[in-house]
């Protein structure tokens, strides 16, 4: 399972989404799309942060964990 935060410089949300996955123990890669736009153009969130799994926008925002546990089993 492949799982991208893109996020935007001072993101506070995306920290809290990228603490929601360490306490899961998801591994993702960082995406900031301000230095990498081509990922705006493939996913065009209007919100940061935005959560990719498996090369689909599964979020934008901050999901609650239930949404966020169910949508990774659903994808893993």
Avoid at 4 to 10: I, S
Avoid at 20 to 25: R, S, Y
């Amino acid at each position: 399972m492949k799982v991208e935060v893109l996020t935007t410089p001072d993101c506070s949300n995306c920290s809290i989404l990228e603490k929601m996955l360490d306490e899961m123990g998801v591994s993702y890669d960082v995406i900031d799309v301000t230095e990498k736009p081509e990922y705006l153009k493939k996913y065009p969130i209007f919100t940061a942060p935005g959560l990719v799994v498996n090369e689909k926008l599964a979020f934008t925002g901050i999901p609650n964990k239930k949404e966020l546990a169910t949508k990774l089993e659903s994808t893993g």
